[in-house]
């Protein structure tokens, strides 16, 4: 698989494209589909949840297919009630020590069994030369919404836990760990050929807080979920300020948002790193050719490094037309073709 041989730092004939919610509502069909059950339900589904992932790779030459569900999902199974709106939000966060020892952690096989399904359809299904990407909310992200409830400005209320209560705080992302490690593991049994920790909100944290809290807490998931030839990408949005110590996280791929020039990351990552990203979701909203100009520059610049994988730097908005994605992934194949 292109996909995983450019994890692996392997040669590949042309830079393997995938992009982060890739199944979703910039998706006629996907909409379609969404209307007739909720996201929840969608999620809960295990032949709707492979469908909603099968759809992009129907409509473009990507080389990999992401899982259809959502971060919150094992969230959702330590017991915390959330919604969508379509934005999560938790009626009942986080407020401190007592809620912390009422979280369970789950078994992946009893309480997830569902996303486990959808994986092994979705496997069953795809182009054996396609990947199938599994994939979990880092502790730190998780550790976010449950205690501010959904979104947030400034995340006050989980720095304030973190300042105040860092023991607290520390056993809330040990008990994230020891829920994911073994669920991402149970995605890697059901097919999926590689892993990819999202830390959308880890970017709000002074660096010294980011090497004391979000990093150890990603580390110990990654250690414990390694396996030969299963490759772990590791996602921090916002990621600039910790390029230094991002290795660390022994993450086989880093995965790097729209913010930094890929050159530059490259540079202070080290040129035998693996990196995957980053182009500006915003530039799919504008002309054919300046998207192929600024992913063919993109494709040059991840050639400096030991492999490269194209991704968007964050999540496609839903307003793109879906014409772009199509120019977008043959740009990535023409200019990357070795
Ligand atoms: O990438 C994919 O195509 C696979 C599916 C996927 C979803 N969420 C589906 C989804 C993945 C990988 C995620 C990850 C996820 N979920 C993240 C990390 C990625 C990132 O954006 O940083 C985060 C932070 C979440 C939490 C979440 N779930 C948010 C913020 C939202 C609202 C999104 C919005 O634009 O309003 C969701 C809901 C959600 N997750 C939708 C989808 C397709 C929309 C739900 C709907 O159809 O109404």
Not at 137 to 143: E, H, K, W
Not at 195 to 215: C, I, R, S, Y
């Amino acid at each position: 698989m292109r996909f995983i041989d450019a994890c692996l730092g392997r040669p590949v004939d042309t830079t393997p494209v995938w992009v982060m919610r890739q199944a979703g509502r910039y998706l006629p069909e996907y909409r379609e589909l969404r209307a007739q059950s909720d996201f929840l339900t969608m999620c809960r589904t295990p032949e709707l949840a492979a469908e909603a992932t099968l759809q992009p790779m129907r409509r473009f030459d990507l080389d990999a297919a992401i899982i259809f569900s959502d971060i919150l999902i094992p969230v959702e199974a330590m017991g915390m009630a959330v919604e969508f709106r379509p934005a999560p939000y938790f009626p009942a966060p986080i407020t401190g020590k007592e809620d912390i020892a009422r979280l369970v952690i789950p078994h992946p096989k009893r309480d997830l069994g569902f996303v486990l399904e959808a994986l092994r359809q979705v496997r069953a299904a795809l182009d054996p030369k396609k990947a199938l990407i599994g994939f979990v909310g880092a502790p730190f992200t998780l550790a976010a919404y449950m205690v501010e409830g959904g979104g947030s400005k400034d995340f006050m209320q989980l720095k304030g836990m973190m300042h105040r209560d860092p023991a607290a705080f520390s056993d809330l992302l040990a008990k994230l760990a020891d829920t994911i490690a073994p669920y991402l593991a149970a995605q890697i049994d059901a097919g999926a050929n590689a892993v990819q920790l999202f830390d959308t909100w880890a970017g709000q944290l002074a660096p010294e807080d980011f090497a004391k809290f979000a990093l150890p807490a990603a580390r110990s998931v990654i250690e414990r979920v390694r396996r030969e030839g299963v490759p772990v990408i590791y996602f921090v949005n916002g990621a600039a300020p910790y390029l230094d110590v991002l290795r660390s996280s022994k993450a086989d791929v880093l995965g790097i948002d729209f913010r930094v020039d890929l050159s530059q990351a490259i540079e202070r990552l080290g040129r035998d790193v693996v990196v995957q990203g980053n182009l500006d979701p915003a530039v799919l909203l504008g002309p054919a050719a300046q998207i192929e100009a600024r992913a063919a520059a993109i494709v040059e610049k991840g050639k400096a490094a030991k492999g490269h994988i194209f991704n968007l730097g964050h999540g496609i908005n839903k307003d793109t037309d879906p014409q772009a994605m199509s120019v977008l992934v043959d740009a990535v194949h023409k200019a990357g073709a070795r």
